[in-house]
């Protein structure tokens, strides 16, 4: 059955430094997106991405975000000055975009922020 | 825009017992309803959803959830819960035409005893 994979699964990072998560969605999907889930709160929409543009943000995804798709099968999330409350499960997620399709979730990478 | 309220943020449950998580959503437009449910340590996975048609919809693992327009709820129950069934579970909403995000709820811990 294929997935969304994410690498890494956890990622520890110094206050300021830039982190890239990165996934792999599933091949024949046009729409992408991150979400996070900060420890105990709700799972929040941060972008979604579609032929090869931005298609909507949320108010997290401020200039410190940035997405890329710089290949025909990887979609990155870059933070680039991290802060500790950025520390969150992050994930990302694919779907065939059309009305009657969910989206499917990759496994998460845990994000600490020290 | 959308919103979801999940209102029981724990449901302890012995094994074999019935259980019910209540989700209420509200929406200015049309909707499309999902369950997620996260495992232990897992990411999110796709439990059941509504897009159109019977009101009535089912997973094959024996949860179902009945969309009520009237009320604006989607609650979902199982008639006799496992131990396996552990999990947190994400009632979602996503508008439909238009925007491709989910907003999701809190999310409510169901924990089956033995």
């Known amino acids: 059955e294929p997935e969304v994979t994410q690498t890494p699964s956890h990622q520890v990072t110094q206050m300021g430094q830039e982190v890239i998560l990165r996934c792999v969605p599933i091949s024949n999907h046009l729409y992408f997106y991150w979400y996070r889930q900060i420890l105990g709160q709700k799972v929040e929409f941060l972008v979604s991405?579609?032929?090869?543009?931005?298609?909507?943000k949320s108010e997290i995804f401020d200039d410190q975000f940035s997405v890329e798709r710089p290949d025909g099968s990887n979609f990155t999330l870059k933070i680039r000055s991290t802060k500790l409350e950025d520390s969150a499960m992050y994930f990302c997620a694919s779907s065939a975009g059309t009305a009657n399709t969910e989206a499917f979730f990759g496994q998460g990478t845990r994000l600490t922020v020290v | 825009a959308q919103s979801v309220t999940q209102l029981d943020s724990q449901v302890p449950v012995f094994e074999e017992a019935p259980v019910e998580l209540r989700c209420n959503y509200s929406?200015?437009?049309?909707?499309?309803l999902f369950w997620y449910v996260q495992y232990p340590n897992q990411g999110l996975q796709l439990l059941l959803k509504?897009?159109?048609?019977?009101?009535l919809v089912e997973s094959i693992n024996g949860f179902e959830a009945e969309f009520n327009k009237s009320q604006t709820s989607f609650h979902l129950r199982k008639p006799s819960v496992h131990i396996s069934d552990t999990a947190e579970y994400f009632c979602?909403?996503?508008?439909?035409?238009?925007?491709?995000?989910?907003?999701f709820g809190k999310g409510t811990k169901l924990t089956v005893n033995p």
């Open positions: 509504y897009l159109s048609g019977s009101t």
């Open positions: 979602a909403v996503r508008g439909a035409g238009g925007s491709e995000k989910l907003v």
């Open positions: 929406s200015s437009v049309s909707v499309y």
């Open positions: 991405f579609y032929n090869n543009e931005i298609s909507e």
